[in-house]
Antibody
Framework: QVHLVESGGGLVKPGGSLRLSCAAS????????MTWIRQGPGKGLECIAY????????HYVDSVKGRFTISRDNAKNSLFLQVDSLRADDTAVYYC?????????WGQGTQVTVSS | DVVMTQSPLSLPVTLGQPASISCRSS???????????LNWFQQRPGQSPRRLIY???NRDSGVPDRFSGSGSGTDFTLKISRVEAEDVGIYYC?????????FGQGTKLEIK
């Protein structure tokens, strides 16, 4: 049973940073690609980054390249998203999910609000 | 980026009646591994999205068999054979073939 719990969101000023975390349980974490997906207020869903089980295969959507960094700690069954240089349009609920091409087991999400 | 176009965007349905949502991709979704990475998700009010269907037509565990997916190439369909009250929400298609993986705009299903 896939269980994912996101945390680390909050209210931050433009240009600020946060580190989002996703705690995984119920499966062998290191065997799976993981992905971050966000949903802006009244907006649709956007896949923003994914990482392979070993951490060697990483991809970002253009809108976050150079500002966001995805990583994982397989020993701690945890996925991370370092979000820097935040802008107002980064305001969204951030979800983690297992697998990249067919994301499953989404967590409840963590809210990131960028506002002065 | 691959554009996923859903129709209709609003779908009022009478309880017990069928419903159908169309999804068209701007590029083909068949991967070199032979799989077609087209998924369907349901987002009930106040909840996270939940995957219903993966690889066009494979229903996830616990998903009622009134939900079915079909299609090929660039045209895909999600069908609900008999709509129930718990089906209210927004339905999204998503392609996982080309990065960035992209979602349709969403179809809001409501009960008439």
């Amino acid at each position: 049973q896939v269980h994912l719990v996101e945390s680390g969101g909050g209210l931050v000023k433009p240009g600020g940073s946060l580190r989002l975390s996703c705690a995984a349980s119920g499966f062998t974490f290191s065997d799976y690609y993981m992905t971050w997906i966000r949903q802006g207020p009244g907006k649709g869903l956007e896949c923003i980054a994914y990482i392979s089980g070993s951490g060697t295969d990483i991809h970002y959507v253009d809108s976050v390249k150079g500002r966001f960094t995805i990583s994982r700690d397989n020993a701690k069954n945890s996925l991370f998203l370092q979000v820097d240089s935040l802008r107002a349009d980064d305001t969204a609920v951030y979800y983690c999910a297992r697998k990249a091409r067919e994301p499953e087991g989404w967590g409840q999400g963590t809210q990131v609000t960028v506002s002065s | 980026d691959v554009v996923m176009t859903q129709s209709p965007l609003s779908l009022p349905v009478t309880l017990g009646q069928p419903a159908s949502i169309s999804c068209r991709s701007s590029q083909g979704l068949v991967h070199s591994d032979g799989n077609t990475y087209l998924n369907w998700f349901q987002q009930r009010p106040g909840q996270s999205p939940r995957r219903l269907i993966y690889r066009v037509s494979n229903r996830d565990s616990g998903v009622p068999d009134r939900f079915s997916g079909s299609g090929s190439g660039t045209d895909f369909t999600l069908k609900i054979s008999r709509v129930e009250a718990e089906d209210v929400g927004i339905y999204y298609c998503m392609q996982g073939r080309h990065w960035p993986h992209t979602f349709g705009q969403g179809t809001k299903l409501e009960i008439k």
